[in-house]
C-alpha cells in the first residue's frame, strides 16, 4: 500500500533526523515531502481517517508547518520588544522616527490588522494585556478649552472607527468608496467654519479644488484596489478549485493503485503457495526414491549373500554326490551310464545355475547402473521423478520374481538333494529317481520359459509408462510456459502501474510548484497593496488622506482636520516624531504620488539590502 510505504519512510525519516517536518523541496526522498503536506492539507479538510491520524500522533506528527511556528515565535519576540519599550517610556505610542524602525512598522501594521479585522482574539488579548492603544484618536486627551462643537464631532469619528472595525472587510471598503465624498465635505465644511477667522474666501476655493482633485484621485485608486481585490479573490477561488480537484484525483489513484497492489500480492501469495506445494511434493518424491534405493540396495545385498549360499550349498552337494558316487561304485557297476547320465543332467543344471547368477549379476550391476543414472536425472530434471519411481518399483517386482524363482529353485535343489539321499539308501527305486529329476528338469525349463514372457510383458508396461511419462512431462513444461508468460506479463503490467504513478506524482509536483508560485505572487501583490493603503492612510485617524498635508520638517503626511486639530491642542510638534512644527504645506497630486513611490522604492532597497 502506498500510504503505508510513505508512513515507513517518515518513521525511518523521524529516527534519522528526529522529527517529522519533511521539506517539500527535500533532496534524498522530494516524494515523501510532498505526501507529508498534502496528509497536513487532507487533515485541515477534515479528509483523513482516525486511524491514520492516530498513527501519525504516535510517532510525534506536526499538523502545522514549521514556517507558521516561526511567524508565531517573531511575533512574539515583537510584542516583548513593545513590552521593552513601554517599561522605558510608559506607553506603547512609538514614534515612526524610533530607532528600532522594525519595531515601529510592527506596531503600524497591528493597527492597521486590528481596523481590518485581521488580527487573531489571541494576539488581541495580548496587546490589551500590556495597554496597547489601537487608535491614536482615542490616546490624545482632550484640551480643556475644546469646544462642545469639536467634542461632539471626535465622538461621531470615534463611534464611526469603532463600526468600521465591527464590519466586514468587503462591506468597509464599498462603503468607503461610496460615502468618502460626503465625508470629505462634510469634514471640509466643518474645517472651514472652524478656520473663517485666518482663511479667506480664495483659500477656501483653493483648497476645494484641491479636495476635489483629491478625491477623484482617491476614488480612483479605491476602485482599481476594489477590482484588483476581485481578481485576485476570483484567482485564489480557483485555484483553491483546482487543488482541491486534485487531491480528489490523487486520493482516487491512490485507491487504484491500493487495489492493483492487493490483487498482485494475493497472486504472489498464490504463487508462493503453489511454489511451496510443488517444493513439498518434490521433496516427498526424492524422500520415498531415498527410501526405495536403500531397499533396493539392502535387498540386491541379500540376493548377493543368498547366491552365495546357494553356491557354497551347491558345492557340498557336488561332493556329497562324488563321495557317494565312489560308495557306490561297486554296487552301481552295472547302472553307471544311468548315473552318468544323473551326473550330466545335474552338471547341465550347475551349468543353468551359473548362467542364472550371471543374470542376476548383470542385472544387479545394470540396476545400479540405472539407479545412479536416476540420480543424475533427478537432479537436472523435476518433472521425471514420477518416471523413476514407476521403474523402481518395475524393477521392485522383477526383483521378487527373481527372488521367487530362486526360492523356488532352492527348493527344487533340496528336493533333489532328498531324491539323492533317497537314490543312496534305496537302490532300487533309481528308475524312479531318474523320471522325477527329468519331471524337475521339464519343470525348470517350464518355470524359465514363464519368467522370461514375465520379464518381456513388464519390459513392455514399463515403456509404456515411460510414454506416458514423456507425455504428462511435456503437459508440464507446457503449462510452465504458460505460467511464465503470466508472470512475465504481470511485471510489464507493474512497471507500467509505476510508470503511471511516477508521471501523476511529476504531474502534482509540477502542480505543486504552479501554486507555490502563484501563492507567492499572490502574496508579493497582497504586500504591494497593503503598502500602498498604508502609504495613504493618515498615521493618526488610520484612514485615508482626505486632504494630505505634509509637515517639511520631518515629511510625515497627515490629513488636514487631524493636523490642525492636534496642533489646535496646543501641540507645536509632530504626533509621530514629536519634532516641533513651524509650519504645515498641503500636497498636490502629483506630490503625494512621487512621495509615495520613493518611500516605497526605499522600503524595497532597503529588503533587498537585508536578503
Not at 7 to 30: A, D, I, M, W
Amino acid at each position: 500500500m502506498v500510504w503505508l510505504d510513505k508512513f515507513q519512510q517518515l518513521v525511518e525519516y523521524k529516527s534519522k533526523y528526529g522529527h517529522c517536518n519533511v521539506p517539500s523541496k527535500h533532496e534524498e526522498n522530494q516524494s515523501l515531502g510532498n505526501w507529508v503536506s498534502a496528509t497536513r492539507s487532507q487533515y485541515k479538510h477534515s479528509s483523513l481517517s482516525k486511524e491514520r491520524i492516530n498513527m501519525l500522533n504516535d510517532i510525534g506528527f506536526e499538523w502545522t508547518a514549521p514556517q507558521q511556528q516561526r511567524r508565531d515565535d517573531v511575533w512574539n519576540d515583537k510584542l516583548e520588544q513593545l513590552k521593552l519599550y513601554k517599561s522605558k517610556h510608559g506607553d506603547c505610542n512609538m514614534p515612526q522616527t524610533y530607532d528600532n524602525q522594525p519595531l515601529a512598522n510592527w506596531v503600524k501594521t497591528q493597527r492597521s490588522q486590528y481596523k481590518h479585522s485581521s488580527l487573531s482574539k489571541e494576539r488581541i488579548k495580548k496587546l490589551n494585556d500590556i495597554g496597547f492603544v489601537w487608535s491614536m484618536i482615542e490616546y490624545q486627551p482632550p484640551p480643556s478649552n475644546e469646544t462642545t462643537k469639536m467634542r461632539m464631532e471626535k465622538h461621531a469619528v470615534g463611534n464611526e472607527i469603532e463600526e468600521s472595525r465591527k464590519r466586514p472587510r468587503e462591506e468597509m471598503f464599498d462603503e468607503e468608496i461610496g460615502q468618502a465624498p460626503k465625508i470629505m465635505k462634510q469634514n471640509s465644511c466643518s474645517k472651514v467654519a472652524n478656520d473663517n477667522s485666518t482663511s479667506s474666501s480664495e483659500e477656501m476655493n483653493e483648497m476645494n479644488s484641491d479636495l476635489e482633485n483629491a478625491q477623484n484621485l482617491l476614488d480612483r485608486q479605491l476602485k482599481e484596489k476594489g477590482e484588483m481585490m476581485l481578481r485576485l479573490k476570483n484567482e485564489n477561488d480557483v485555484q483553491k478549485q483546482q487543488i482541491h480537484d486534485l487531491t480528489i484525483k490523487y486520493d482516487e489513484l491512490e485507491k487504484e493503485l491500493q487495489t492493483k497492489s492487493e490483487e498482485y500480492q494475493s497472486l504472489e501469495s498464490k504463487r508462493k503457495e503453489e511454489q511451496q506445494v510443488h517444493e513439498t511434493l518434490y521433496q516427498e518424491k526424492d524422500e520415498k526414491i531415498a527410501d526405495l534405493s536403500e531397499k533396493l540396495r539392502s535387498k540386491i545385498e541379500v540376493h548377493n549373500t543368498e547366491l552365495k549360499s546357494l553356491c557354497s550349498t551347491n558345492k557340498s552337494l557336488e561332493e556329497k554326490l562324488k563321495a557317494k558316487q565312489s560308495e557306490h561304485d561297486g554296487a552301481l557297476s552295472k547302472k553307471d551310464d544311468e548315473i552318468k547320465t544323473l551326473l550330466s543332467n545335474v552338471s547341465g543344471l550347475e551349468c543353468q545355475l551359473a548362467a542364472k547368477q550371471k543374470d542376476i549379476e548383470n542385472m544387479v550391476t545394470s540396476n545400479q547402473h540405472e539407479r545412479k543414472s536416476l540420480e543424475v536425472a533427478v537432479s537436472q530434471k523435476d518433472e521425471q521423478i514420477r518416471k523413476l519411481e514407476y521403474k523402481l518399483q518395475t524393477k521392485q517386482k522383477e526383483y521378487d520374481l527373481l527372488t521367487k524363482t530362486n526360492e523356488e529353485i532352492q527348493q527344487q535343489i533340496l528336493y533333489q538333494q532328498h531324491q539323492l539321499q533317497w537314490w543312496s539308501q534305496q537302490q532300487y527305486e533309481q528308475h524312479q529317481l531318474q523320471w522325477r529329476l527329468q519331471h524337475q528338469y521339464e519343470q525348470l525349463q517350464s518355470l524359465e520359459r514363464k519368467r522370461i514372457e514375465e520379464q518381456q510383458a513388464h519390459q513392455k508396461e514399463i515403456n509404456d509408462k515411460f510414454i506416458a511419462l514423456e507425455e504428462e512431462k511435456q503437459k508440464l513444461n507446457d503449462m510452465l510456459e504458460l505460467k511464465e508468460e503470466e508472470c512475465s506479463q504481470l511485471a510489464i503490467e507493474k512497471e507500467k502501474r509505476i510508470s503511471e504513478i511516477e508521471t501523476l506524482n511529476n504531474h502534482i509536483h509540477g502542480l505543486n510548484q504552479n501554486f507555490n508560485k502563484r501563492q507567492k505572487d499572490f502574496e508579493s501583490l497582497s504586500k504591494l497593496q497593503q503598502d500602498l493603503k498604508e502609504e495613504l492612510e493618515c498615521p493618526i485617524c488610520i484612514d485615508t488622506f482626505e486632504n494630505p498635508y505634509m509637515i517639511p520638517e520631518c515629511c510625515h503626511r497627515f490629513c488636514k482636520h487631524c493636523i490642525e486639530e492636534s496642533l489646535a491642542r496646543n501641540r507645536k510638534e509632530c504626533p509621530m516624531c514629536r519634532c516641533m512644527v513651524t509650519s504645515k504645506r498641503a500636497l498636490r497630486k502629483d506630490e503625494l504620488i512621487c512621495k509615495i513611490s520613493e518611500v516605497l522604492t526605499c522600503n524595497d532597497q532597503s529588503k533587498d539590502e537585508s536578503t
